[in-house]
């Protein structure tokens, strides 16, 4: 713990005390003041009770302030991708608004997918102005966990693969949403990379896999972005409950990163009297009014951080020099927010429809095409839609990102739109995957009934077809349990309900055929040589259906990159264990115990330094334009600087962006590396025969590993390589040069 900090703030809060200013406004009150001035002016007013009391929930999604004092609670929501619809007080069902339906921003993997920092805070400021209008201080994302295994049911939550591109794309995300007085609750940390048995298993991890793939983008967000929240996971972390462990909170996060700001559970998420206390934790939230098992009526006094810790208090056993630093960081957070500078946000407005337009179109990634896409149906023609999800609404489920959308356009209505009086836009189901409507008492209105059985669906499909001019499939992964979805993981990455035959079926019959995965996972695709085109989207919220498209019919041309590989086959990838997923049960030990045997070799690190094929790697993405990469060179900058130019030409037809991506390898290192790791990418938009230097600056840091004895990075004195490129595999130029 901070003990320098704690002394300073005693010292001060006796010297401070309920200090005026002249014109009689108390110091804690006058928004001129200082931010540390005014929180310890609070602090110097405040009763133990009334500090403890800002430690914990008092409702499902709030906080106490202190009442006496004029200083206002915390209001918390989900997060990431929306406002989250209101709550009763005191339960999880729908507090039965009807002026909470918000407008639902792409999920965050199609952020990460359109790997471009100003739409990151687009976003950022687009969901913060939604959250200031509905007066809330803390948005409980984004969430940066990394893809660890493509099973995770929360990898649409999350920002990749790569800590590189989720450290780009996260800082702005998280500036933006803070310009408007609200706290990013930057989630989860750490090490929290699966849903199965998330509050009963230890991540083992060692240092140099922690520090250099799993911490990069909470550091990114803390230091860069300056988050003021941060969400303990539900895990343990080496054998400790990740919402009081001590070494992520008190050791890296406050001590080493210098974090000011708070750290508050995730709901349920604190297990432990003592822990709870002394190591790091600020906020206590809770999935039930007792914090874990669930009450009838309020209990909040229970919390681990409310009359518990009280006692502990009166009787010796808990410091007051703790709890003024989580009272200091508490008010800290509410003179940020709810009782900062005035901000007034805004609520679905035009503008954060566009936003979520760009924003989901710019993701989505044009896997494969043969000159298919964009669309030309001849006129009066037919285009046959095929697959649950062109008509199926997907903001709705998936846990707690769950929203409640003022509106949603699915793909199949922005078609007939697209086309309307040029071709007629038919559809066909095809199959029956997930037909719940509802989730957490928020409704999409929608019925998914079907009286068809398989065989009939399957035929009625292929009938339609034959005199299709083009065939498009828009199916993939849906938010039911054990998909893309919160709290269950997926058990292989082949797509479910049958749909590889029913797509081989109508690739057979079909002139052309394109095929649309709507996940926030990856898929295999063993049928991709029998398809014209593949587009890969997302859950893209609202405007989900016009962002798609956008890009099918070349309103948009597409120039999202992957946030992940695509592998072949599960059993491609680097979790072979049980150890190392989903856990053992070990004897002695009270938890599910997880080894990351496979070390910094996760994603694209993994089947690149092992030569394993993939089916599309991290980074592709094709565009309807081309690009061409020349006169790549380097030089050095300074004692251990080096400058990378190179130019991008758009060598094609139509306008488009491409995202000009810088790999480092390291060829003499003393440890076992990745063959190649990201360090840099541009994403540029150029007119047909339009050309522009792209520069990157290569630093020590982007040359070094975490060495774990040295408890420090270090870049090796010898040979690198520089790989520029438009994806992992896609290397235009290698340029080798050495560290001195
Ligand atoms: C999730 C968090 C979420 C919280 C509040 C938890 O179950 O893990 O991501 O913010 O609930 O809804």
Sequence with gaps: MKIKYLLIVTTIVATLACTQKNNGIPVYKDLSAPLEER????????????????????????????????????????????????VLWDEWDQAGWTNDSCTAFPALVNLAATWDRELSLLYGRSIGEEARY????????????????????????????????????????VKGVQENGVAACVKHFAVNNQEVRRTATSSNVDDRTLYEIYLPAFKAAVQEGGAWAIMGSYNLYNGQFNCHNKKLLCDILKDEWGFDGVVISDWGGCRDYDEAVENGLDIEMGT??????????????????????????????????????KAARVLRTIFRTSMGKPHFGSFHSPEHYAAARRIAAEGIVLLQNDGTLPLRIPEGGKLLVVGENAYKMMVVGGGSSNLKAQYEITPLSALQEAYDGQAQVVWERGYVGDTTTVYNKVVTGQDLGESRDEGTLLRDALVAAKDADCVLYIGGLNKSDGQDNEGTDREDIVLPYGQDSLIEALAAVAKKMVVVNISGSPVAMPWAPRANAIVQSWYGGS???????????????????????????????????????PGIQEEGQEWWQEYYDEGVFIGYRWYASKDIPVQFPFGHGLSYTNF???NASIKQRGKDG????????????????????LYISDREASVDRPVKELKGFEKVFLQPGESRKVRFTITRDDLSFFDADRHGWVAEPGAFQALVGTSSEDIAACLDFRLK
């Design 543 to 581: 405007e989900s259906g016009h962002a798609l498209a956008d890009v099918l019919t070349g309103e948009v041309n597409p120039s999202g990159k992957l946030p992940f590989t695509m592998p072949f086959s599960l059993a491609d990838g680097p979790l072979k264990t049980p150890r190392q997923y």
């Design 134 to 173: 509905r007066e809330k201080d803390i948005l409980l994302g984004p969430g940066i966990n990394m893809g660890r295994t493509p099973l995770n049911g929360r990898t649409f939550e999350y920002m990749g693969e790569d800590p590189f591109l989720a450290s780009r794309l996260v800082v702005p995300y």
């Design 39 to 86: 929180v310890l002016d609070a602090l110097s007013r405040m009763t133990t009770e009334e500090k403890v009391a800002l430690t914990h929930a008092q409702s499902k999604f709030s906080s106490a302030g202190v009442p006496r004092l004029g200083i206002p609670e915390l209001w918390h929501t989900d997060g990431p991708h929306g406002i989250r619809p209101e």
């Design 288 to 325: 039930w009014t007792n914090g874990l098992s669930g009450a009838a009526s309020d209990s909040y006094a229970n919390y681990h951080l409310a009359q518990p810790y009280l006692e502990r208090l009166r009787d010796g056993r808990a410091t007051r020099e703790v709890l003024d630093d």
């Design 642 to 661: 080096f400058q990378l130019t190179a130019t991008l030409t758009n060598i094609g037809e139509v306008a488009g962006a491409e995202v000009v991506q």
């Design 628 to 630: 061409s990469i020349s």
